[in-house]
């Protein structure tokens, strides 16, 4: 659920539907620069990507109800590519302020291909006490 929305949103027949106050508060943000035909339904097209998002789901399952497959994806790709997600979430998450809870994601967190033992595998170490007794390695 985005940060801000009062509201739960509307489940019906396991699908997702934005209410009036959460496409309230979206639509101010929305591109209004449209050239060609008119876009189709916002409302609708919204709640399909936001259902196929959270279902984790291909494009080409998601419910009819939500219309063409393909505006759903469309419109996805067309808005990342020109930032309109990042600068909605932004919006939506500055109007609450500061969250409650902040929770990060494993696949946000990179480590080093050698963070799981990486080279040399499980081969047997001598402990720190008993190499301290033993014979160096080194001449220097």
């Known amino acids: 659920m985005i ?4 509201e739960e949103a509307v489940m019906s027949r396991d699908c997702f539907w934005l209410t009036d106050a959460q496409f309230a508060r979206i639509r101010p943000h929305l591109p209004t620069d449209t050239r060609g ?3 189709v339904d916002d409302r609708r097209v919204i709640s399909g990507i936001v259902h196929v998002l959270k279902s984790g789901g291909r494009w080409v399952d998601a419910p009819a109800v939500y ?3 393909k505006t759903l994806y469309n419109r996805y ?3 990342a590519a020109k930032g309109i997600w990042s600068k909605l ?3 939506l998450a500055s109007v609450g302020g500061a969250p409650e ?3 990060i994601d494993s696949s946000a967190v990179k480590a080093h291909r050698s963070a799981a ?3 040399g595998g499980n081969r ?3 402990s720190a006490a008993r190499a301290a007794g033993g014979r160096r390695k080194s001449t220097r």
């Not at 940060?3 to 009062?6: D, K, P, S």
């Open 3 to 6: 940060h801000g929305f009062e």
């Open 37 to 39: 035909k008119a876009r």
């Open 67 to 69: 219309g063409p497959r």
């Open 77 to 79: 790709v067309r808005w």
């Open 89 to 91: 979430f932004h919006a």
């Open 101 to 103: 809870q902040v929770l």
């Open 117 to 119: 033992g990486g080279k």
């Open 124 to 126: 047997r170490r001598r």
